[in-house]
T-cell receptor, first 112, second 112 residues
């Protein structure tokens, strides 16, 4: 089964700074989708960003961007100009073809 | 606006009782999923459905069942609740393309 690994259970960043969350995955497919979801204390799962594997260009959504290294099977999330509202659990996910496989999550703390 | 709703949002039950968690979506998506979220495990797939009368087991399906009689609903049933099934349960739906999931708000189940 494809696996998704988030090696950082917790991360901390100061307000206005930049932080990068790591994610690696295992697959033998060549075409697939990758996702980052955010889960704030409200428990709601919110899509942050999506990457299509066949696209060379890294996806960007405002302050959120990814560093997608297909050969290394790495999909990290960079948050620029961190805000207090960014504090949440972040999950990396891979589309296995029938469902999303999720990593165990990284808890992001944002300090003033 | 289209949405996906779960009920109840919170439930406490006793070991051995049957419990059903409801999930209703108005996205008109064919694909629906149930995940459970536990600390240290991320989100794990319980069951999924690709359409009416279609159901499939996920990685943690033991003790759970689902049925799909229409496009909008995918209820999750615990036939005989166990303390190990204390968790937060998420229902989600997706379209056929990217696999991006649209989540409900989650249901917290406590089995005493």
């Amino acid at each position: 089964a494809q696996t998704v690994t988030q090696s950082q259970p917790e991360m901390s960043v100061q307000e206005a700074e930049t932080v990068t969350l790591s994610c690696t995955y295992d697959t033998s497919e060549s075409d697939y989708y990758l996702f980052w979801y955010k889960q704030p204390p409200s428990r709601q799962m919110i899509l942050v960003i999506r990457q299509e594997a066949y696209k060379q260009q890294n996806a960007t959504e405002n302050r959120f961007s990814v560093n997608f290294q297909k050969a290394a099977k790495s999909f990290s999330l960079k948050i620029s100009d961190s805000q207090l509202g960014d504090a949440a659990m972040y999950f990396c996910a891979y589309n296995s073809g029938y469902a999303l496989n999720f990593g165990k999550g990284t808890s992001l703390l944002v300090t003033p | 606006d289209a949405e996906i709703t779960q009920s109840p949002r919170h439930k406490i039950t006793e070991t051995g009782r049957q419990v059903t968690l409801a999930c209703h979506q108005t996205w008109n998506h064919n694909n629906m999923f149930w995940y459970r979220q536990d600390l240290g495990h991320g989100l794990r797939l319980i069951h999924y459905s690709y359409g009416v009368q279609d159901t499939n087991k996920g990685e943690v399906s033991d003790g759970y069942s689902v049925s799909r009689s229409n496009t909008e609903d995918l209820p999750l049933t615990l036939e005989s609740a166990a303390s190990s099934q204390t968790s937060v349960y998420f229902c989600a739906s997706s379209d056929q393309g990217t696999g991006e999931l649209f989540f409900g708000e989650g249901s917290r189940l406590t089995v005493l």
